[in-house]
């Protein structure tokens, strides 16, 4: 047999269809999370139904909605996604990502077209743009990143996982400012722009997924060259979801989830009544500014979340993943305490954004990371997604905590404050996590676990902290 093929299962593969394989496969995830990211436009959407008035009376277009309950299509379409994520995962696991991932994509691009169907009633499009769309949103975001990862060497976990989270961050990209030129510049209605953008994201997403593919069953990848001495990652060994969700790690993971990324997803779904509120708005003193600023406020955050998805797999990589997350929790913190005290102008407000999408992206990156080391690829779909719930918490707390303090107190000051302890207790967890250990028994592919035996197994794992 050619030295440089891999056999599997009796069909060789020699290491230049792999490798380009491999390409296919990461590009391809990154792409399929680019097509659904319209959850992050939300502000944009939510802006639409509370702002949009009627030519002729001068009243809301969709009076039928209460202010109050702006958050909750948002809201409903996280936590569906996280819950669902775990279903989605353990579905891909037994017969792969193609089909789960095309399932997710109607889905979503489905969703999003009956969702402008029924903008009128709060009711009908909690189902539509929450329940659909969130289902479809766990279906399509549970793939890419087991699939690419089986096909790339484990000390490239960080860079890969990064990469694929960046699609969905990416996402609002194209998504925030097609909304903005539909609604603002050719004065297109919301329901005209949901039917456009749904088709376009069936159109983009679904190509996408087709290209989307497990290796065969088998593979291992190359070793990458290392220098003497480097000490190389091994692949982690594999546990079921009931062993993992007997762990204290896996629980703390989730909790992590849920009160780091509060403070993000706060900023995120308010991004552009933050502004408004922090500065003055479009009446105040930085009248000219804000309004520039606010056309290009769901891009800015995009940008943000997905260059910290890339740069926090990139960086755990080199400094270990509680290194990356202690630092990264740091710059949150500050981020909370510096929105209270000091950013009250356009500048310092756009900083602020940045740095809180920006961690908030890097913990998404950092955690399935983890995730991976603690827990091993062959179940990951299904271990992740319970981690993950802790993801869906965040989309509950952080704009519920920003909702109730505005409406009590007009501005969000006493959120951040919140935000900031949420963060500090976060970190506190990321000290004490610790990597598990497990009984041979417990390990459902024995072959990825070096060392072990029945006093348990430990891998060490070079980019840990």
Partial sequence: MNPKSHEVNDVP????????????????????NFSVGILYTWSNLKDAIEYSLDPVTGERVYSAWDITQLNVPYSIGGMVFAIILMFAG??????????????????VGGGTILSGVVV??????NITFGVILGVGLGFVYACPRPAAMKWFHPSKKGMVN???VTGFGLGAMWLGPLEVLLLKNLGFSLEQTLWILGTMILMIGIPCALNVIDPPQGYKPPAPAVKEGQVVEEQSPSVSLATTAKTPQAWMLLTI???????????IS?????????????NGVYATAVAAILAFMVPLTSLSNASGRTAGGLVSDKIGRKGAYLFAHAIAGLNMLCFYFFFNSPSLVVVGIILACF???????ITPTITADYFGLKNYGANYGLIYYGW????IIGPTISQVVKSKTGNYDYAYLIAFGLIVSSAVLVYFLKQPKFASEQIVDLEHAPNSGPSGVGVPVASQA
Avoid: W
Wanted: hydrophobic share 50%; proline share 2%.
């Fill in 392 to 395: 869906g918490f965040s989309l």
């Fill in 257 to 267: 989830y849920a009160f780091m990324c509060s403070a993000g997803a706060m900023v």
């Fill in 120 to 125: 009128h009633s709060p009711s009908l499009f």
């Fill in 13 to 32: 593969i020699d290491a230049s269809t792999a490798k380009r394989t491999a390409i296919r496969v990461l590009i391809a995830g990154l792409l399929s």
């Fill in 359 to 365: 961690t908030y992206g890097s913990t998404l990156s």
């Fill in 270 to 282: 308010n991004a552009t009544d933050i502004m408004r509120i922090q500065t003055g708005g479009e």
């Fill in 90 to 107: 353990a579905l891909q696991d037994k017969i792969g990502p193609r089909k789960v991932m095309l399932a997710g994509i109607v889905m």
């Fill in 162 to 164: 990064g990469l694929v």
